[in-house]
């Protein structure tokens, strides 16, 4: 009985790792010039024609080129284009002014992204991710709460499953000398139970 319990365990199909999500970034630059809204506590949305600079990965891939999916999770905006040398020419998007939030995700044409909720654990998984970034330096348990304590966190499900695959932030992305002095963006998707930065 021991060997035939065995034999079903090696024979058992071993689950294969899910593979890496393919996502690049991007940033809209309007096409005419917007003054930025440096005390905007909440979104100050414009429509602007503009165009999508497709940023090339920091592990020296090649991004990609021809039709893709474009995302801006925090304003609830997903558009299709098409690479051109490196950019999308975009005849209507939704521009945010406030400062540093002008990020995008840049996805696969095929893909459908759709909106959902993060979850309590996503945002604190993604937080915790966070804390580990050069750019917040932010070391201690006590300056990382307060690093992270007003970030705004939006997601999408790639997959079709109701769970966040992406996730976009808002907040603030440089600390030093005991405050933020800067706010932007940062990138992320979930590998397995974890988040990872997209570079």
């Known amino acids: 009985m021991r060997a035939l319990a065995l034999l079903a365990v090696l024979a058992a199909p071993v689950s294969a790792a899910p593979a890496p999500i393919k996502a690049w970034l991007g940033t809209f630059a309007p096409a005419q010039r917007v003054d930025p809204c440096g005390d905007c ?24 080129d021809g039709d893709v999916v474009i995302a801006s999770p925090l304003l609830g905006l997903v558009v ?43 945002v604190a998984a993604i937080k915790a991710a966070l804390v580990r970034d050069d750019a917040l330096s932010v070391g201690q348990r006590g300056t990382a709460l307060k690093a992270l304590k007003d970030l705004e966190v939006a997601v999408l499900d790639l997959d079709g499953d109701g769970k966040a695959d992406v996730a976009a932030t808002y907040g603030c992305n440089s600390w030093g000398d005991g405050s933020c002095q800067s ?14 930065e997209i570079e």
């Open 183 to 196: 706010r932007g963006q940062f990138f992320l998707a979930r590998q397995g139970n974890k988040w990872v």
């Open 41 to 64: 506590k909440a979104p100050k949305v414009v429509p602007r024609p503009g165009t999508v600079r497709v940023l090339p990965p920091a592990d020296g891939a090649p991004p990609p």
């Open 80 to 122: 299709r284009g098409r690479v051109d040398g490196g950019r999308v020419a975009m005849a209507y998007f939704a521009f945010d002014q406030r400062d540093g939030d002008d990020g995008v995700i840049v996805l696969p044409a095929d893909t459908v992204a759709r909106f959902v909720a993060p979850s309590p654990a996503d």
